[in-house]
């Protein structure tokens, strides 16, 4: 079946107790069990998952192509727990242009829980065959990558991670499983912060993993990271990511092209110096991504010829785009990365990022034009 027809059914199956065709969410915290902690239905406790969860995982390792797929409060916490699942004295090697908050765990708490951390531009081929070590457990890439938009080459890159005897997870939030997907790729597993198109709407917090082959001793260390630290995804979340799930084929078809239109209006306007788009022929990762991605996603970032203050003061004459962090809604939204992210940002103080959201394309372009001019 094609990703469309799978993202509207996966997880949805009609109720057996009522026959309701929209899933029921279940906000009990507790399920009865028998005499000696049996579990007749299956269910004991929220912590350790809940049946409106267990729906929204159906549907992601569904969507994936995965064989398991686990859900959490947020993309923080599902990031967190893949890397808590590694054993003390790993080796991990990041992209180096990656999710600040990825940057953040890597930075701060990696050497606290015993695990290396270094990165690396996995773009650069003999780079990312030096970085590697004996106790190189797992590669982490993001593509395309946030903030910059880079686009990395997947299927080369787990060939190498295998050959080394490691794994590869790939942060496919910005891309999502209607545009890309990297367990088709050669990827061992997906992260998501569901935070952003797969819920779609700027209204649910979640996160998710999916496995591409189901490995009971992962999925034990996975499940128990996330029931002793309690970072399961809530039903009602659940739920509202599974809503979401329904329409990202058509939301991702959209947020693509108005990004492809928003990209090709500033790539040749003199107040921009640069334009980061993997749609545009002069990206450097253009031909990876057209093959590797069915369009080429709702992120814009630009730089802005006059620099830091320039960009800021774009960003404040904005009417329709409204100055906000996060991205993957229905509205565009800007921010200036380097004034949000933190200590460890390597955002370049000229650029804007831009969620480019399901308006029409032409309001975009002329909200951006005057504040370009203005
Ligand atoms: C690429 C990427 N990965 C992970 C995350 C973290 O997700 P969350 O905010 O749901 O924890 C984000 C959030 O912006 C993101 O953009």
């Not at 991670?161 to 890309?180: E, F, K, M, N, W």
């Not at 309690?230 to 659940?238: E, M, R």
């Not at 380097?338 to 990022?353: C, F, I, Q």
Request: net charge negative; charged share 20%; with cysteine.
């Amino acid at each position: 079946m094609q990703f469309e027809t799978i993202a509207v059914h996966a997880g949805g199956e009609v109720d057996p107790a009522t026959g309701a065709v929209a899933p029921p969410i279940h906000l009990s915290t507790t399920f009865e069990h028998g005499p000696a902690g049996e579990a007749p239905h299956g269910q004991l406790y929220i912590r350790d998952g809940n049946p409106t969860q267990t729906r929204l995982e159906q549907a992601l390792a569904a969507i994936e192509g995965g064989e398991a797929a686990y859900a959490f409060a947020s993309g923080m916490a599902a990031a967190a727990a893949y890397l808590q699942a590694l054993p003390a004295g790993s080796h991990v090697l990041f992209h180096h242009d990656l999710y600040y908050g990825v940057r953040v765990l890597a930075n701060d708490y990696l050497p606290r829980w015993g695990i290396e951390a270094s990165a690396v531009d996995l773009a650069d081929e003999r780079a990312f065959a030096a970085a590697l070590r004996p106790a190189t457990r797992l590669v982490w890439a993001e593509t395309p990558t946030n903030p910059l938009l880079e686009v990395l080459d997947l299927r080369r890159i787990a060939a190498a991670a295998h050959d080394h005897g490691a794994s590869l997870i790939v942060d496919g939030t910005l891309a999502t499983p209607a545009l890309q997907r990297p367990l088709d790729l050669g990827a061992d597993a997906v992260m998501h912060a569901t935070t952003k198109y797969l819920g779609g709407h700027s209204d649910v917090q979640g996160g998710a993993l999916v496995l591409r082959r189901s490995d009971p001793e992962l999925a034990a260390r996975l499940l128990r990271v996330r029931h002793d630290l309690g970072a399961v995804a809530a039903p009602f979340n659940s739920w509202l990511v599974l809503r979401g799930l329904r329409s990202l084929g058509c939301r991702m078809e959209r947020h693509a092209a108005n990004a492809m239109a928003v990209a090709s209006a500033l790539a040749g306007r003199p107040e921009v110096a640069a334009v980061h788009y993997p749609g545009l022929p002069s990206h450097p990762g253009h031909e990876i991504a057209r093959r590797q991605m069915r369009a080429f996603g709702g992120m814009v970032s630009f730089r802005l010829a006059g620099g830091r203050e320039h960009a800021q003061r774009v960003a404040g004459r904005l009417r329709l785009f409204v100055n906000a962090t996060s991205l993957g809604g229905t509205e565009s939204l800007i921010e200036h990365r380097a004034s949000v992210e933190g200590a460890h940002s390597t955002a370049p103080p000229d650029l804007l990022r831009a969620s480019i959201g399901l308006e029409h394309p032409d309001d975009l372009i002329a909200d951006l034009m005057q504040a370009l001019t203005g």
